[in-house]
């Protein structure tokens, strides 16, 4: 799963919920551990993988705005604490 | 991780990256988009 959220919390939110399940146990996802291994899309392992051009045109702008290296972070610590 | 070959859902939001533009980046990395959606908070 590929994320393109802004903030830190909404990237953490995100990947919890999809690898360990919502927790705030209100969604259908509650207690659902899909497992999904989650990164957000301006990490280096995508950013590596992709067309330059392509990711130029599509993130470029978006990556000079966001604090990329926050929501990097973040997607890390939850794949870091679910091991997937 | 591996792209090539992977099945990817592309989760944009409206005040981040747009689902459609994840989507169009997966695929240059050779990945199938199963999924892209767009959420907005507002």
Known sequence: MLLG??????????????TEGDPSWAGALAGVALGLLVY??????????ADPAVYDDEIG?????????????AAKKVRDRVSV | MELQGKKVIA?????GIQGESIGKVAKSAGAEVVLEVTHCFV
Do not use: F, N
């Open chain 1, 5 to 18: 959220t802004p903030t830190a919390d909404s990237t953490e939110l995100y990947a919890i919920t999809m």
């Open chain 1, 61 to 73: 702008i978006a990556e000079m705005v966001l604090e990329v290296d926050v929501l990097r972070e």
């Open chain 2, 11 to 15: 989760l944009g939001e409206r005040d």
């Open chain 1, 40 to 49: 957000h899309v301006t990490e280096d392992e995508v950013k590596e993988q």
